[in-house]
């Protein structure tokens, strides 16, 4: 499948239309005060480019977790705002998310106007990807672009629903901007990626991103494994892992996983561990052999970080997920930001360094590289699907090209 994008639309055929937009300025919000727009940020490049070509952009996106009714808490209203700071040009927002109030905002907009409308799950028809509500919108213009690459995975109205209506009415729904960025860095990392290919895999679960390391291991050169998720294999390898967190249930899996990948697998050789994983606690470094019974194991060990760097410098393509230890707290960060430098060093020496996650992008953030990367992916669970091989519906709904 390979969507058409914004930038194979020609631009005089924009002035004057009107594009339906569904972007992702799914932003954190603290008392009305958006706490990280970097959503916001990346939806920019896609807007612009229809303000600059004289459209009428009505935009799309949804907010939080309202239950399927307005809730200010979740209004978009403040990322009107900010939008409109961003862009440098008028965005209006406009409080109802369809219907007549919604329509009649449309009606009055004029080339180079952008119209913010309100949350979309503030209807419970987007979750529910229902057509009538998808028609509703696809009827507001003649080109649909599809931006949200955080909200692909789910088939709602707003994002596949949408796409299909606009299909529907003879018209194309193409990749925005951002959408084609992130389908370029991931796709390009799983399809045609220059070796060695080494991916890291941490955080919490196994459950979680056992698809993922199905979908990776025949791909890459090496899988580095780290995150609470190595726990699981150290007690699939007969280890002792004392107080630390382990998938029980994932034990056996974990054993089978480690039998069919051979040596590309590489578990830490060390650990730092504590009796307890709170800020200030007496930490340890120990090798994996000697987890003691009463031990939580916070973060990966300095020769583990020392291990993985080496793997990281000598690869040409390189995909993060999921941090080494609890790097929210300080005394267990230190392996998190070794695997973020040492992947940005790598991107400085012409290799492809991806992240996906919001943990992960949060740690490349804190250890101040984020900007070395080649790219940071804007979708959480969307890129997770993405690496482990699934069709999003938001992408596959798009007009094909070729
Ligand atoms: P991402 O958002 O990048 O996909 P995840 O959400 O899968 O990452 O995992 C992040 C979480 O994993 C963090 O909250 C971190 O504290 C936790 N984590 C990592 N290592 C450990 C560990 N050894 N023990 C407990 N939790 C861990
Ligand atoms: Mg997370």
Redesign the pocket.
């Known amino acids: 499948m390979n969507a058409k994008t914004l930038s194979e639309v020609d631009p005089s055929d924009l002035a004057g239309r009107t594009v339906v937009v569904r972007a992702d300025l799914n932003v954190p919000i603290d008392k009305g005060v958006i706490t990280d727009d970097r959503r916001i940020e990346a939806s920019a490049r896609t807007l612009r480019t229809l303000v600059d070509a004289g459209a009428k952009v009505v935009l799309l996106s949804h907010l939080g977790r309202p239950k399927g009714g307005p809730d200010p808490k979740y209004s978009l209203a403040p990322v009107a705002k900010r939008l409109q700071e961003i862009l440098g040009t008028p965005v209006r927002f406009v409080p109802h998310s369809a219907g007549e109030g919604a329509r009649s905002a449309v009606a009055a907009l004029a080339a180079g106007d952008v119209a913010l409308l309100e949350n979309t799950r503030f209807l419970p028809g987007d979750e529910g990807n229902d057509p009538a509500l998808a028609a509703e919108w696809a009827s507001m213009g003649d080109l649909f672009v599809n931006d949200a690459f955080g909200a692909a995975h789910r088939a709602h109205a707003s994002t596949a629903g949408l796409a299909e209506a606009m299909k529907a009415r003879g018209h194309q729904a193409v990749a925005g901007s951002l959408m084609a960025l992130e389908l370029r860095y991931l796709g390009g990392a799983l399809d045609r990626p220059e070796r060695p290919f080494v991916a890291i895999l941490?955080?919490?679960?196994i459950s979680?991103?056992i698809d993922v390391i199905d979908a990776l291991l025949p791909r890459v050169d090496r899988l580095l494994i780290?995150?609470?998720?190595?726990?699981t294999f150290f007690r699939a390898l007969g280890l002792e892992t004392g107080a630390?967190?382990v998938e029980e249930d994932r034990v056996d899996l974990a054993r089978a996983t480690l039998e069919r990948a051979g040596d590309h697998i590489l578990l830490p050789v060390d650990c730092v561990v504590a009796g307890e994983?709170a800020a200030g606690a007496a930490t340890r470094v120990v090798e994996r052999t000697r987890v003691g019974a009463t031990d939580?194991?916070?973060?990966v060990g300095p020769a583990t970080r020392g291990v993985f760097a080496r793997e990281i410098a000598a690869a040409r393509t390189i995909v993060w997920?999921?941090?080494?230890?609890?790097?929210?707290?300080d005394a267990?960060a230190e392996g998190?930001l070794a695997i973020a430098r040492a992947v940005a060093a790598a991107c400085d020496g012409g290799a492809v360094g991806v992240v996906?996650?919001?943990?992960?992008?949060?740690?490349a953030e804190r250890a101040g590289v984020a900007e070395r990367l080649s790219h940071v992916s804007t979708g959480?669970g969307a890129s997770?699907e993405f690496l482990a091989g699934a069709v999003l519906p938001g992408v596959a709904a798009l007009t094909e090209v070729g």
Do not use: H
């Open positions: 941490g955080g919490a679960k979680g991103k780290g995150g609470a998720m190595a726990n630390s967190l994983i939580r194991i916070g973060d997920n999921g941090p080494m230890g609890v790097f929210e707290v267990f998190t996906g996650g919001g943990d992960s992008a949060a740690a959480g997770l």
